[in-house]
């Protein structure tokens, strides 16, 4: 659940002219909703899925139940039921009051006995009264006590001294009035259950008053009789159960007194009760007691409270043994509630206990294991983290969005909040693990090179390093152990640290004093031994990873709380071998955080050190030469810093700092790029959020957003960048399916462009896959309309919106519904080559094919290639039938606005058959053709010149360097590639393209992009197209991953003339790097293409498979005929003949030069058989 609370901070810097920035903090979570001591538990399938779910109710008011997801950790997401109850008695259950077939919930508030209706989902109703006659409930129960088929419900309640039943008058939930069972001043009434104690089939009255008594039901109709007692031995709980096994009700006793646990045996089951039997002697005050078969041996054992919760193992003849404490430590005070259930579904009980155990309190659940016949650690259940100590942003579930990853130490807990629809609306949790112990630490990186993010976390309590390996969808397997050599690991870093390209682990042990490292060895997360880097840091506490000298060489700084020094260790060989400490500053006390980054805009890295030593709390250390040699501190403020980052937060080009001091998550402005940080700091979240945050770019919109974790009401956090204060338009644009207008049921319309214009300036950008868009604007009368690329088919309704703004601040929405005119099938498709074509290295291609019309589709779609000169690899979808030169594919239920990809990767044939300069021709086609709207752009054809080498960086017109003047109404299609050939990855990528004058903006339409990214447009003709977040990998750790492109189509102007030439050229910037301008793609209007492409010879070769002679048709004479096996060796010549007699030839692939009297080439690949 995301609460939109919302909280403003807006900042001014320091010089007047500076532009306001203001951020929005939502709350994703928010424990002051549920609470921290539960006052008892009680397990039914509240949702009908066949599984246990726990209701429990919490002190500070509120009734919850939590959702049993046992693929998903089990107990892990509670569901409120009511807010804000009075009262702290254990007073509820779920029983079928309504005879409905599901379970609705009972409870009280004190002075009100009520119960909420179960829809057999889990949602409850509201709330419906059984009584207000009571003063302060202390227990309830159920039991058709009438025989009249439905439940009825029983209460005590102490300050008027009753027992109490009300009868289910309808079997509906429609309850009679208050009929009391005992009512004797002063005497004390506690728990009450309903039993058949003297075996004549029907409910019997046990109640703690003033001792322990059971009150027989004369009649089996309610009328009660005869009080029968068992003890006087003042208790305020119990638990009836068949403790010996013939069939009739005992008693466990808590006996306060002695602190021991007894037992009453029901003597001849007719409610005759013999003398207490000793069970067990307990640590602390006894309270409560339970009783079950724990262990699925067929006995009863017994569980109590006391300084945690003890459990007595039944030997099967009512010898119970020596008490075992299931806590992990001795409880602080008693658990207050006992409850057992199979809550995993295994056979035997795990326990709920209100626990309070170390720093953690709140619902514990203690699992039983079969195996080891005891129960592991305990883990507290709370509404989605307890105590978050640590959070970054990261996609999880692949996609394309940020979601949101936490570690929380109070329920031991890595858990990830889904943003469900890319507009980060974090709604759903879901739990990697529960079981690591003092977690902290947390990464996400690809350890097994799957593609996938995987999880990385330290567990200071269990003394070791362990990762869970990502499915590639968000669920993840258990935890891998990395090491278990560390003694209390406080920090782990990653880098590739012997430089094969993969992830190794760095870890920083606090109580060992040792800094080490662990290869990955096979690239796949199978680590080796421990390295030891040092152990000089006394006490360290932290590691990070960069190149401080500019060797290429991955070094580490560290800092340590006993000697309070920060010191950074030089690798020497690329390989994980480091020289001894080098001490960059001394009595840096109580470091909390440092970061690494190029302050001062130099090409070095710098250091940034937060402290709370009350003298330099913040300052930076300046790289002075490149070579590791740091200045003295550079002193920002001397405010505490909890946590500290570098991020450029105003969007400047240089690196800002965000750190929490005083009371407030706070950034200080670099005021020329040199590392001169503001004297005034700017506050981003006006509460302070001091256990850790992360700046990321959430919303891919160009600037730096926060998320982060607040200890008090376990908080997590967005504070979404709103950047310069101006205005904005935002909106969605919906399809109208149905006819009857834009509702919540229609679909919506991804990749449509959206303009606002004030009549001097233009502003665009395109609808995400969700169909949301947002355009910052600046002032003036603004005119929003759908822009080109929307079919005629289609007809928005509102045409336009119109806005005025004359201040800044300003927010407007502007939604669109599209209302088809007319049933049209109108499919598009085109193929864009990703990499370049060499020969002997494999090529890529993504096929594109949309639906732009109104009725969903299915079809063909069919690739062709020359087979001579490319080999299959792979694709990434199921070829339904493949030929020597042509691939088949089938789709179906192809939506309307829907577009999807075929990534094909050939491998090109090495020389003599391929060249550079050959030209590699395709072409695909989707069907069906005939009745479509356009069916020309059912047809895609590329020519790919074959390279030697390459510049990575470039842009491409796929129609070539010349295009028909008649045929200048059609698309030309643009592909932008990149990649990153630095040394580390890069964040954040930007492309800026200037559109030639003579291309018409508004017929733009994206067609894919390698990365999530958003698009500006400003001026018409200005685009910017940005990667926020993207963390490209560099070419040297992952190359296949280190490309990124950029597809897009646009048509000239009508007035462009022949002779006219459009000229492309993009800007690609990392991160804070100087731009790498891409070659210029030049297409000239002609009026004849040129001879070299018109007088292109064609052949055709037949029959081909072939049993002997092959045949070949030209429109040219053929001046020779070679043929090529398949291992490049040339096996036959023919000179001025157009056919060849392979029948002496091996059957098998062969590759057949072809050579015309014009000098045209082509190699065509047949099969002999």
């Not at 207050?336 to 035997?348: E, R, V």
């Not at 629809?421 to 709604?427: I, L, R, S, V, Y």
């Not at 510049?951 to 590639?977: A, F, K, Q, W």
């Not at 064609?1098 to 081909?1104: D, G, H, T």
Request: overall charge negative; proline content about 2%; charged content about 20%.
């Amino acid at each position: 659940m995301k609460l939109k609370l919302l909280l403003l901070s807006t900042y001014l810097f320091s010089v007047a002219s500076y532009a306001q920035i203001q951020f929005q903090t939502d709350i994703i979570s928010d424990n002051s909703n549920y609470g921290s001591s539960v006052s008892g538990s009680f397990a039914a399938d509240l949702d009908g899925d066949g599984d246990l779910d726990v209701l429990t109710y919490y002190y500070e008011g509120n009734f919850v139940w939590y959702e049993n997801k046992p693929n998903e950790g089990g107990l892990v997401e509670p569901k409120v039921i009511h807010h804000s109850l009075n009262g702290t008695n254990s007073n509820f259950f779920a029983v079928d009051i309504d005879n409905d077939g599901d379970l609705d919930a009972i409870a009280s508030d004190g002075d009100n006995i009520f119960w909420y209706e179960n829809d057999g989902l889990g949602n409850f109703s509201t709330q419906h009264i059984i009584t207000t006659e009571v003063e302060s409930v202390i227990s309830l129960d159920y039991y058709d006590i009438d025989g009249d088929g439905d439940l009825d419900i029983f209460s005590t309640s102490i300050f008027d001294d009753k027992v109490a039943w009300y009868e289910n008058l309808d079997g509906l939930g429609g309850f009679g009035s208050q009929i009391i069972i005992s009512q004797a001043a002063s005497v004390f009434t506690g728990t009450i259950f309903i039993e058949d104690m003297d075996g004549d089939g029907d409910g019997d009255i046990l109640v703690s008053n003033n001792g322990l008594v059971w009150i027989e039901n004369s009649d089996g109709n309610g009328t009660f009789t005869t009080v029968h007692t068992i003890t006087t031995e003042n208790t305020n709980n119990f638990f009836p159960v068949d403790l010996d096994g013939d069939g009739d009700m005992d008693i466990v006793f808590p006996d306060g007194y002695d602190d021991v646990v007894r037992w009453y045996e029901n003597t001849n089951g007719l409610g005759t009760f013999g003398s207490s039997q000793f069970i067990g002697l307990v640590d602390g005050d006894i309270n409560y007691v339970y009783a079950g078969d724990i262990d699925d041996d067929g006995d009863v054992d017994v569980l109590a409270d006391g300084r945690g919760v003890f459990y007595y193992e039944n030997d099967g003849s009512e010898d119970f043994g020596f008490a075992n404490n299931i806590y992990t430590y001795s409880s602080i005070s008693n658990a207050g509630s006992i409850y057992a259930a199979d809550i995993d579904n295994d056979g035997d009980l795990d326990v709920l206990s209100n626990g309070n155990v170390s720093t953690k309190s709140g619902l514990a659940y203690n699992e039983f294991d079969q195996t080891t016949s005891d129960f592991k650690p305990e883990r507290f259940l709370s509404e989605f983290v307890s105590n978050p100590i640590e959070a970054l942003a990261a996609d999880m579930d692949n996609d394309g969005d940020l979601d949101f990853l936490v570690v929380s130490n109070r329920d031991n807990k890595i858990s990830w909040f889904e943003d469900i629809d890319g507009t980060q609306n974090f709604a759903e949790q879901h739990v990697i693990s529960n079981s690591v112990y003092g977690p902290r630490s947390l990464k996400a990186e690809d350890i097994d090179n799957d593609g996938d993010l995987d999880v990385i976390v330290a567990s200071e309590v269990g003394d070791k390093v362990i990762w869970f390996k990502n499915q590639g969808d968000g669920t993840f397997g258990s935890e891998t152990i990395i090491t278990n050599l560390t003694d209390a690991p406080h920090m782990i870093a990653i880098d590739d640290m012997d430089n094969d390209g993969d992830l190794d682990i760095i870890s920083a042990s606090n109580r060992d004093d040792k800094i080490a490292w662990y290869e990955n060895e096979d690239g796949l997360g199978s680590f080796g031994v421990q390295q030891v880097i040092s152990t000089e840091i006394n006490g360290v506490i932290s590691v990070y990873t960069g190149d401080f000298d500019t060797d290429g060489n991955i070094d580490l700084f560290a800092s340590g709380g006993i000697d309070s020094v920060v010191s950074w260790f030089k690798h020497t060989d690329g390989q994980g071998s480091f020289e001894p400490m080098v001490v960059i500053a001394y009595g840096m006390y109580q470091i909390n955080s440092m970061d690494v980054g190029d302050i001062d805009g130099d090409g070095d890295l710098d250091i940034l050190v937060g402290s709370s030593s009350g003298g330099t709390d913040l300052s930076w250390f300046e790289n002075l030469d490149g070579n590791g040699q740091f200045h003295y501190a550079n002193e920002i403020t001397n405010s505490a810093a909890a946590v500290v980052s570098l991020a450029d937060i105003d969007n400047d080009g240089d690196l800002d700092i965000v750190a929490t001091t005083s009371n407030f998550v706070s950034w200080y402005r670099n005021q020329d790029g040199l590392g001169n940080y503001a004297s005034g700091s700017s506050i981003i979240v006006a509460s302070r959020y001091d256990k850790s945050f992360h700046v990321v770019d959430m919303d891919f919109d160009g600037d730096m957003d926060l998320i982060s974790t607040r200890e008090e009401n376990d908080q997590l956090a967005y504070s979404k960048n709103l950047g310069v204060v101006g205005n904005e338009i935002n909106g969605t644009v919906q399809v109208d399916v149905n006819g009857d207008g834009c509702d919540e049921l229609d679909a919506y319309y991804p990749n449509i462009m959206v303009v606002a214009n004030n009549g001097s300036t233009s502003f665009g950008t395109f609808t995400r896959n969700n169909g949301s868009y947002q355009i910052p604007v600046n002032s003036g009368n603004f005119t929003t309309t759908i822009a080109g690329g929307l079919p005629s088919y289609y007809t928005p309704n509102p045409e336009t919106y119109t806005f005025n703004y004359s201040g800044t601040g300003n927010v407007e929405t502007a939604n669109f519904c599209l209302e088809p005119n007319q049933q049209i099938n109108d499919l598009n498709i085109s193929v864009y080559p990703i990499t370049q074509a060499r020969p002997g290295f494999d090529v890529r291609y993504r096929i594109v094919y949309k639906n732009l019309g109104t009725d969903p589709l299915s079809g063909t779609i069919n690739f062709a290639f020359n087979g001579a000169m490319l080999n299959v690899v792979s694709a990434s979808e199921t070829i339904s039938s493949q030929t020597a030169n042509m691939l088949n594919f089938n789709y179906s239920d192809l939506n309307p606005y829907e577009s999807r990809n075929i990534d094909v990767i050939f491998n090109v044939l090495p020389p003599p058959t391929v060249n550079i300069d050959d030209t590699i021709a395709s072409e695909v086609t989707i069907n069906p053709i005939t009745g479509d709207f356009t069916e020309n752009d059912n047809i895609f054809t590329y020519n790919q010149t074959v390279i030697g080498s390459y510049d990575p960086n470039d842009i491409t017109c796929m129609e070539g360097d010349e295009v028909l003047i008649d045929d200048s109404d059609e698309y030309l299609h643009y592909l932008i590639r990149f990649q990153n050939t630095g040394t580390a990855s890069a964040i954040n990528v930007k492309v800026e393209n200037i559109l030639d004058n003579k291309l018409d903006w508004t017929t733009l339409q994206i067609e894919t992009t390698s990365h999530t990214n958003r698009v500006q447009i400003k001026n018409e003709n200005e685009l910017a197209f940005i990667f926020s977040g993207i963390n490209l990998p560099d070419s040297t750790s992952d190359e296949p991953n280190s490309h990124g492109f950029i597809a897009y189509k646009v048509k000239p102007k009508n007035d462009v003339l022949e002779g006219d030439i459009v000229f492309n050229t993009a800007d690609i910037y990392f991160d804070f790097n100087e731009a790498i301008i891409t070659n210029t793609a030049t297409t000239e209007f002609v009026g004849t293409l040129s001879v070299a492409e018109n007088s292109l010879s064609k052949f055709l070769a037949y029959p081909n498979p072939t049993t002997g002679v092959l045949k070949i048709q030209s429109n040219t004479a053929i001046s020779k005929l070679e043929i090529y096996n398949n291992l490049g060796q040339s096996v036959m010549l023919q000179l001025n003949t157009n056919e060849v007699d392979m029948t002496k030839l091996k059957s098998g692939i062969y590759f057949m030069k072809i050579q015309d009297a014009n000098g045209n080439q082509e190699i065509i690949k047949t099969i002999k058989q």
